[in-house]
């Protein structure tokens, strides 16, 4: 069934919405068709390891006044997000959540740059989006049991009317697939635009793919990482029943 | 004609007419940002938070035109109706 819709589209370079690597000194284990990994699995350990290493370098020898350069920057950082969550969440959510948003930024706006590095953007992968925005929707049921009960939470169906039950479920569910779709959409619209135009310039394509991987790997992915954090945010800080 | 090649330019044509859905968010994400920059022409000291604002309501008019677009992307690489020849 793959090959035919590849085939639809001629010498396309994007294969579909999922790409895996051969891994042959498995085969012996797991069979010769299960022998293999996710490229963006890959591609987000290599994240993961430009992450780790940059913060812990930012993150040593600090001083209770800064005297270097590195910490004025690890400063800058911090307080970023920190004020970030309390003007969208508040000041009891500030401590809490600014680690986990801090966290959730910088993977999803350095995964989108990966694709400048030919390497596979792992938020074109609707696996990946999907986990980040179920994370979302568990940080939203914690919070609506912390803070209204189990009960509370239950009656949170029926509001404001019991007519509404089928809606409210409805809107809990639809909220995360939403907010995955929108991430996985954009990032795979790029891609998908980006090997478009350079399989229909073939051997012309100078300074146009550059523009538009300009526009959608750096842009439009540092505007949809930040809506993703917003939105993790906002849901959160919306699913808060204590006030 | 074949069931196959049928099925196929079926999917093609659908996929653009789903892209169709790409107007709706066009014309709200305009007027959205339309909005704000007047608001911020009124109150230029809460153009902070009113772009914040502004972000997520574009975000939300999105969606519809991402579903399409999944839409879209499901008939051109994962076609379901192939499978059921």
Known sequence: MLTETTLMAGEFTVEGPLRSIPLPFLEGILGEENACIAESVVTQWVVMVILGVVFFILGRNLKLKPETKRQAAAEWIVSFFVGNVETSMGTYYKKRYAPYIGALFCFCILSCLMGLFGLRNPTADVSVTGTWALITFVLVLWTKIRTGGFKGYLHSFIEPLPFMLPFNIIGDFANPISQAMRLFGNNLSGMVIGGLVYFALGSFAIAVPAVLSLYFDLFSAVIQSYIFCTLTMSYVAMADMSE | ?85
């Open chain 2, 1 to 85: 004609m074949d069931n196959l090649g049928f099925v196929m330019g079926a999917s093609a044509i659908g996929a653009g007419l789903a892209m169709i859905a790409g107007l709706g968010p066009g014309i709200g994400e305009g007027y959205c940002g339309g909005k704000a920059v007047e608001a911020i022409g009124r109150q230029p000291e809460a153009s902070g938070s009113i772009t914040r604002q502004m972000i997520i309501g574009d975000a939300l008019a999105e969606t519809t035109g991402i579903y399409s677009l999944v839409v879209a992307l499901l008939l051109m690489y994962a076609n379901p109706f192939i499978g059921r020849l």
